[in-house]
């Protein structure tokens, strides 16, 4: 007898970023110092609050498969206020297990066999995979074309638009002027828009986040995507959330019920009666990170290094040039013969494919100016060698991206 597995996800390959950090972790095992600059996330420090008795012992039950109603109404508050929209619905938020699950919900609840999703690059490497799950059709805008040209790339079969605002890798925020001509161009074709919004609080001081909530006030069309997980450094607690149209939501939560259920409980219960508390304490660090980031840019400036623009995020996107190697064994050069961990820009689209993303968000900027400096030299010199890379795969017994 011979088991077969579904072929759908036979073909998917694993995610590139998390392949990674997965050798970063197994450095780190052998004892190898290793400077993280793929993680993707930013590490706050968040005092332990109290759980109350009653909290723990509701904590280990179901609870709202929409995400309980404290937590909502948090949600949308925080919205309200920090982003000048006025949604007072809390039925058109939805609280799962993190945006990943959500993201891969609404495509599934849009998309039919065959529909286009339209992704701007370069993209978290995640779209296209889950495009792919729901036999939709993943198509690429390019990293340097405008709002109009992405338009442009609109076809019959195009049902759904990825953007996420601000970028990640890049950094850059869409401009108001920008998101509403997409969203009305959207509108004429009945497209819909998925915006993906999990850095929303890493802006710089003079430059304003414009969520997509301003632009579509009723949200027919739109689904925008958040969590906890960047904006308040709470990756690993895995809770995100949807808002939309009460209809959206309604089908979304179809979804959540059969997949998910809910939420953890406890977490929940946690975050909404410590939310204020907790943003009081992250947004501080989140505003000293996106400083750290413009005084790396500088330093990025004063080696030679080009990157793309941007003003946000914990991230920086840098252009290695024309090399002897792909980005994939630069990136695996750095990590075996320097310690310094990072990942191919490939993973966000075949035109970002001469860059390579640095993470801030978990090293101090001692270390990562150091090792800017040692990717300066690596860069100059050509010192990449594919051969090299080999020999440490097989010796270590790790496997080689896509094989």
Request: proline letters at 3%; a negative charge; glycine letters at 6%.
């Amino acid at each position: 007898m011979s088991y077969t597995l579904n072929n759908k996800i036979l073909d998917i390959p694993e995610a590139l970023s998390i392949y990674m950090n997965q050798l970063v972790y197994s450095e780190k095992r052998k004892g190898l110092d290793v400077v993280t600059l793929s993680l993707g996330e930013a590490f706050f420090d968040i005092p332990q609050f109290l759980i109350s008795e009653t909290d723990f012992v509701k904590g280990y039950h179901y609870s709202d498969s929409l995400g309980i109603p404290e937590l909502r109404e948090k949600i949308l508050d925080y919205y309200n206020k920090n982003y000048g929209c006025e949604i007072e619905d809390i039925n058109q938020v939805m609280i799962s297990s993190g945006s990943k699950a959500i993201i891969y919900m609404v495509m599934l609840t849009v998309c039919s066999m065959g529909d286009e999703v339209l992704i701007h690059e370069p993209a978290w490497l995640s779209y296209q995979e889950q495009a792919r799950l729901v036999n939709a059709v993943p198509v690429f805008a390019p990293y340097n074309i405008s709002a109009k040209e992405i338009v442009d790339l609109f076809t019959e079969k195009t049902k759904l638009l990825v953007l996420n605002n601000p970028n990640n890798p890049a950094g850059w925020i869409y401009s108001q002027d920008d998101l509403r001509y997409i969203y009305e161009e959207c509108k004429k074709r009945d497209i819909y828009i998925l915006v993906d919004e999990a850095y929303s609080d890493f802006v710089v001081e003079d430059k304003e986040f414009i969520s997509m909530s301003v632009i579509a006030e009723e949200l027919d069309g739109v689904f925008i995507v958040n969590s906890l997980s960047k904006n308040m450094g709470m990756s690993g607690w895995r809770i995100g959330y949807v808002i939309s149209s009460k209809k959206n939501i309604a089908a979304l939560l179809i979804l959540n019920q059969h997949i998910i259920t809910c939420a953890p409980t406890i977490l929940q219960r946690y975050i909404a009666q410590y939310f204020d508390d907790i943003v009081s304490i992250t947004m501080p660090q989140v505003k000293e990170v996106v400083k750290k980031r413009n005084r790396i840019l500088s330093h990025l400036d004063d080696v030679g290094l080009k990157y793309l623009p941007g003003n946000s995020t914990f991230y920086i996107f840098v252009n290695i040039g024309d090399l002897d190697v792909d980005t994939l064994d630069f990136c695996l050069y750095l990590l075996f013969k320097h310690g310094i961990a990072t990942v191919p820009g490939g993973a966000y689209g075949k035109s970002t494919d001469k860059f390579i993303r640095i993470g801030i968000g978990a090293e101090s900027e001692e270390r990562i100016v150091e090792a800017i400096s040692v990717i300066e030299m690596v860069v100059k010199n050509k010192l990449a060698n594919k051969n090299y890379v080999q020999h440490k795969l097989e010796i270590n017994n790790y496997h080689r991206f896509g094989e």
